[in-house]
């Protein structure tokens, strides 16, 4: 199907005297999606993947480089690669609600111009530090000014026509997923070849490629002029006519963020009781790790599509219920391909998870304040993905291991619950409306 054929069904009349793309722009700026949003999702998807590639390059040597610039003792090396990772986490959960708010004012491309320019910079300068606390600050800056894989996500889900904003969505997930799996790869291969601070220059190389690639290719449609009022604008949040979907979705995002992360720290540890070899552990923990992202990347896109013709709510219910259930079997595995398999299987399951997420909110938000609402749940995941490794090391540390697989499969039942119930009275709640009207 071409983008005419797109427009011809969402009420631009496909007629021998072809409207102008003028036209053509302006009407589908008030259907709520862009013509070029093809375009748009392909060159998000690349430049998704490649920053993403960028950014997780560093997991396998990052401890590595803290101890040349200084750090002594393990500990101590611990200690700050761990703050100079999450730092970056920190500072864009702060700020991903204000960069939301601004593009929603001053355009989203301007917001993916933004991160990517600030990301080349910063990438680039951290193969240039000479201690611990510059890589803390350089990580700190781009984490202020990054968020192109999150911004990517707004752009799509506020231009793409809302029929097909699923697939669209999962189709972008799968990209961010597979950066962040393809990245510690390379992470891995580049430093003994290149070293490890040429492999933050060539990071900073590729984000700007990224940067070259969103400047001059994605085509958006200007912001929709605000309404000249004497009384005072209402804020992002009273705009909303019903936020019981946004409250759900800001819950269950924070939620599988939380869930997917309290597993990390322990897998490794897990690994070691189910292999008899101790020289495969890291290995085996490895393709543990990989597994469950390989079945989100196959998953995503399809999981969307299903969700734009059977409902984005029922995907979320079904793919919380069946994560839940996955897990109580991790529990209880005897061998190491055991978990391999079923961490693949939940990610198979939760790949329409977050597509879904965002398209939930995306269709029970206006327009103008998309980006601020979506910039609050990209927040609400940054703090799941902050408090689950926290929790889940404490729980496997003082509980045992199979504890934080049981916990967390009750965590996602209670989740799949919660939705059910606020979906059921929703629409409830819709049929007594529409009986009055």
């Known amino acids: 199907m071409t983008d005419t054929d797109l427009v011809s069904q969402n009420g631009i009349r496909n007629n021998p005297g072809q409207p102008s793309r003028h036209d053509m722009a302006e009407n589908s700026t008030q259907s709520g999606y862009n013509i070029h949003w093809r375009r748009n999702l392909a060159v998000c998807f690349a430049g998704s ?34 703050v100079a990772y999450g730092a970056t986490f920190f500072a864009a959960a702060l700020v991903a609600p204000l960069w939301g708010r601004l593009g929603d004012r001053y355009g989203r491309k301007l917001m993916l111009v933004r ?9 680039s300068l951290t193969g240039m530090v ?35 904003s699923g697939w669209a969505l999962g189709v972008l997930s799968a990209g961010i997923t597979a950066g962040s799996l393809v990245g510690p790869l390379l992470g891995g291969m580049l430093p003994p070849l290149i070293g490890i601070r040429a492999t933050f220059l060539l990071s900073g190389a590729v984000i700007f490629l990224a940067f070259l690639a969103t400047t001059f290719l994605i085509k958006e449609n200007p ?22 979907p946004v409250v759900a979705m ?51 896109s399809w999981l969307g599509k299903l969700a734009d013709r059977v409902g984005h709510w029922n995907v ?11 897990l109580v079997p991790q529990a209880f ?6 978990l391999i398999g079923l961490r693949f299987l939940m990610g198979l399951a939760l790949g329409g998870l977050l ?34 490794p926290l929790a889940g090391g404490f729980v496997g540390g003082h509980f045992g291991m199979r504890a934080v697989f049981l916990g967390t499969s009750v965590l996602m039942a209670l989740g799949a619950v919660y939705n059910w119930i606020v979906q059921t009275r929703r629409a409830r709640h819709m049929l007594l409306e529409a009986g009055e009207s």
């Open 250 to 300: 800001l819950t269950t995002g924070m939620l599988l963020a939380f869930a997917t992360m309290s597993i990390e720290p322990i897998i490794t540890v897990y690994v070691q009781q189910l292999v008899a070899d101790q020289s495969k552990v890291t290995m085996v923990a490895g393709v543990v790790m990989s597994a469950a992202a390989l079945g989100t990347i196959l998953s995503s």
């Open 333 to 338: 595995v005897t061998d190491g391909w055991q």
């Open 316 to 326: 979320v219910v079904g793919a919380l219920a069946i994560s839940a259930l996955l």
């Open 49 to 82: 993947f490649s920053t993403l590639i960028a950014m997780t390059l560093l997991l396998p040597f990052l401890p590595l480089y803290v101890e040349q610039l200084g750090a002594e003792g393990h500990a101590a090396i611990v200690q700050w690669s761990g």
């Open 355 to 388: 597509p879904c997420i965002t398209s939930v909110i995306r269709h029970n938000i206006p327009d103008g304040v998309g980006g601020n609402v979506l910039g609050l749940s990209i927040s609400a995941q940054y703090v799941g993905q902050v408090a689950g």
């Open 115 to 123: 991160a990517s320019f600030g990301m080349a910079i910063c990438m």
């Open 223 to 244: 912001p929709a002029p605000k309404p000249v009022s004497s009384a005072k604008p209402k804020s992002g949040w009273a705009q909303i006519p019903d936020k019981r």
């Open 130 to 164: 000479e201690s611990v606390w510059q890589l803390v600050l350089l990580r700190l800056l781009i984490g202020f000014a990054g968020g192109y894989s999150s911004g990517s996500t707004i752009l799509v889900a506020m231009q793409t026509p809302k029929e097909r």
